[in-house]
């Protein structure tokens, strides 16, 4: 059974700092290209940050680029978010998504149950 637990979310005041973290279980890790995602209330949800597989290649929104660093450690299987300088538009429900190609083209998708993030003063 594959597992996707999202951990760090919590409340923080604009221009703090979260780290949020995605364990990944059940799954062969290392072939999974990983993503974050947010939804805020009202609104569709959209990528944030993209990690492929080895060699690790990242994208960004251009929201949070320069704010928000994704990364992997394959040894842990676990994928990470590093969100600096928040912003009360960053106020989100962040998912965890794992992603790869099956052997017939289909892509495999897996989701998180999400982690809430609130940037407030």
């Known amino acids: 059974q594959v597992q996707l637990v999202e951990s760090g979310g919590g409340l923080v005041q604009p221009g703090g700092s979260l780290r949020l973290s995605c364990a990944a279980s059940?799954?062969?890790?290392?072939?999974?290209?990983m993503s974050w995602f947010r939804q805020a209330p009202g609104k569709e949800r959209e990528l944030v940050a993209r990690i492929t597989t080895t060699p690790s290649r990242t994208d960004y929104t251009d929201s949070v680029t320069g704010r928000f660093t994704i990364s992997r450690d394959n040894a842990k299987r676990t994928v990470y978010l590093q969100m600096n300088n928040l912003k009360p538009e960053d106020t989100a429900v962040y998912y965890c998504?794992?992603?790869?190609?099956?052997?017939?083209?289909?892509?495999?998708?897996?989701w998180g149950q999400g982690t809430q993030v609130t940037v407030s003063s």
């Open positions: 998504k794992a992603d790869r190609i099956g052997s017939w083209g289909a892509t495999i998708v897996y």
């Open positions: 059940g799954l062969t890790f290392i072939n999974y290209a």
